[in-house]
T-cell receptor, first 113, second 106 residues
Framework: DTGVSQDPRHKITKRGQNVTFRCDPI?????LYWYRQTLGQGPEFLTY????????KSRLLSDRFSAERPKGSFSTLEIQRTEQGDSAMYLC???????????FGQGTRLTVV | AQRVTQPEKLLSVFKGAPVELKCNYS??????LFWYVQYSRQRLQLLLR??SRESIKGFTADLNKGETSFHLKKPFAQEEDSAMYYC????????FGQGTTLQVKP
């Protein structure tokens, strides 16, 4: 599968624990995005990278969230001290350039208990 | 404010009936608009974008800047069209509407 891949697909964690998700974009895509989706809502933008540079962060991204794309390839999203409100589907997408076709991964479903 | 509104959470039609999924947007610049679709147990994927003016799987969408709308239409719905449809505004990132579930009954 040469599409966007995310790992893990599911994560159950206790409140207060830290979690890290990984996204592997399509290899030639420079732009990488993270979105969060809760039940009954469309995906909401969290942050994006152009190569290794993090260019924009949403106000949704509290200081407990951090994202990296160290070599301009894969990206990680870490949530520290998880809260029940962090329970959601976390989606990664990549695209070749601005406003072209965004290719989405299958998402990581996080459940905080 | 940049916003996308999809007023219908659920649209249920019979096979062969026309379909129109509504989308309105709010954006001060020149909009780039998309429809994404998510079939059951599959990832979100692009259905069409206004700039390409293509018809994909029989669906079309016309950008109406006067009404700030980008409604998705298909003249004859098929059962395989049943899915979740999201309208999105491209501003570098995507701003999505809440989505409309299309249910096509046999």
């Amino acid at each position: 599968d040469t599409g966007v891949s995310q790992d893990p697909r599911h994560k159950i964690t206790k409140r207060g624990q830290n979690v890290t998700f990984r996204c592997d974009p399509i290899s030639e895509h420079n732009r990488l995005y993270w979105y969060r989706q809760t039940l009954g809502q469309g995906p909401e933008f969290l942050t994006y990278f152009q190569n290794e540079a993090q260019l924009e962060k949403s106000r949704l991204l509290s200081d407990r969230f951090s994202a990296e794309r160290p070599k301009g390839s894969f990206s990680t999203l870490e949530i520290q001290r998880t809260e029940q409100g962090d329970s959601a589907m976390y989606l990664c997408a990549s695209e070749e350039s601005t406003n072209t076709e965004a290719f989405f991964g299958q998402g990581t479903r996080l459940t905080v208990v | 404010a940049q916003r996308v509104t999809q007023p219908e959470k659920l649209l249920s039609v019979f096979k062969g009936a026309p379909v129109e999924l509504k989308c309105n947007y709010s954006y001060s610049g020149s909009p780039e608009l998309f429809w994404y679709v998510q079939y059951s147990r599959q990832r979100l994927q692009l259905l069409l974008r206004h700039i390409s003016r293509e018809s994909i799987k029989g669906f079309t969408a016309d950008l109406n800047k006067g009404e700030t709308s980008f409604h998705l239409k298909k003249p004859f719905a098929q059962e395989e069209d049943s899915a979740m449809y999201y309208c999105a505004l491209g501003t570098g990132k995507l701003i999505f509407g809440q989505g409309t579930t299309l249910q096509v009954k046999p």
